[in-house]
């Protein structure tokens, strides 16, 4: 029979190796408890890698579009809250014009009410969420109305001119008194209206842009994500409340008064129904977030579940076999321990 001889030392090598084995796997099956996921997905997937990328990328881009879908909702809530005090305004305003025409209410009470809408309306629709001015269409840098009540305020001025452009005279002289009703209502139709309705208003009131914000809600889907303060309602508020503020500051008979409150009134009305349809497009619109959210909400879910397929693993056997091996090692120190205790000098007398 031949015999050999085996080395401790090569025994004790030989289990240091398979230690180091060992840890570097626990050290691997920690991870992936930890992760939820293979450490090495190129490893594990091989050819298949590139198509978990591909759908991580998706996800990540389906996630940017909802936070942006989340911006935008913040933005048109809020915008929503504008137009809503803008619409209570109107309505506050409205009741005091109808009151004025039917002599319930005085001149003075009119044109302090008149000037008190313009300073409300101009806080309003000045109002801004995260430094950008909610009312400025793509311009969101810069105020979208300018106060009305500033030193050489253009748009005062441009009224008062055209008055006195139409008349020859003045709204403050003495000869206005002789305006009529009839001149009076022509006048506001045909000359002020114009003034809000057409390029004069961006020229004199508003810094605002017709264009509004676009939101990418969707990968192919986009949709207007803001109100600029040019809407209709908006110019019609203004343009009542400007005609009694400064006509009912000057010399006017009664029934030269009489029709700049008929005009304010039949505004009002206007901008009360304008305002009204802009809000129902606006809740349309968050509603149409909304809803692209939830879809893409549920493509991320399916994606994640592709995902899962791949590279996911589960914690429970991972978290087994990290037992297991623990177990395995400290068994190993523990026989690495015995085998260097081997030692021929314990059996020499």
Partial sequence: MKTSFIST?????????HMMRMQKEITRLEAEVVTGRVADAGLELGARTGHAVSLERDVDRLKG??????LAGARLAA???????????????????????SGAVEPEISKTDAES?????????????????????VNTDVRPINDFFAAGSPARAAIETAFQTQFGFAMTDPAASTVDGAAMANFLTTVIEPQFMGTD????????????????????????ASVTANTDGVRQLAMAAA???????????????????????????????????????????????SAASERLQMQIDIFRGKISDLVEIDPYEASTRVSTLMTQLETAYTLTSRIRQLSLVHYLP
């Fill in 117 to 137: 809408l313009i300073t409300s309306m101009t806080a309003v629709l000045n109002s801004s969420l995260n430094g950008e001015n909610l009312f400025a269409g």
């Fill in 79 to 101: 915008t929503q809250n504008g137009l809503q005090s803008l619409w209570d305004l109107a309505q506050r305003f409205l009741s005091t014009m109808s009151g004025a025409v």
């Fill in 243 to 289: 005609a009694v503020a400064v006509f009912l500051d000057g010399n006017l008979n009664a029934n030269a008064r009489k029709a700049v409150l008929e005009f304010a009134t039949a505004k009002t009305g206007q901008s009360v129904s304008s305002l009204g349809q802009t809000q129902a497009e606006t809740g349309i619109i968050e509603q149409r977030i």
């Fill in 9 to 17: 030392y090569a025994v004790n090598d030989s289990m240091r190796l």
């Fill in 201 to 224: 208003w961006t020229t004199n009131w508003s810094n605002a842009s017709d264009e509004t914000i676009t939101a990418r809600i969707t990968l192919t889907d986009t949709t207007s």
């Fill in 65 to 70: 579009i909802i936070d942006s879908n989340s």
